[in-house]
């Protein structure tokens, strides 16, 4: 049992190191869920795409917002719109974006 503990201990830490890793972009997803919609912001592509391949369609669906040129998730079944933004500021950008759509 202690053997367990110390591995999921290390599985922990590694799951930290990765969440904490900053690759120089930013990935905004938006998840619609039961009719809400919520944030998340996310510093490296393993966490946005560990979001984004949590959602196929019939559980929900997911936005993406990133000023990575590059990004391509792996599972693209949930995903509603995936938009690249060139500024540094992704936040205010989707904000901005949202906004937009719904004065339409």
């Keep these: ?58 559980n929900g669906y997911v936005d993406i917002y990133t000023n990575n040129p590059k990004f391509d998730p792996d599972d693209h079944g949930g995903i509603n719109r995936f938009k690249w933004i060139d500024t540094d500021d992704l936040k205010s950008a989707v904000e901005a974006l949202l906004k937009a759509e719904e004065d339409e």
């Design 1 to 58: 049992m202690q053997d367990l503990s110390v591995a999921n201990q290390a599985v922990f830490a590694i799951q930290k190191k990765i969440d904490a890793f900053d690759d120089g972009f930013q990935y905004m997803i938006g998840t619609h869920y039961h009719r809400s919609l919520s944030f998340r912001h996310y510093k490296n592509h393993w966490c946005a795409n560990d979001h984004v391949s949590e959602y196929y369609g019939d």
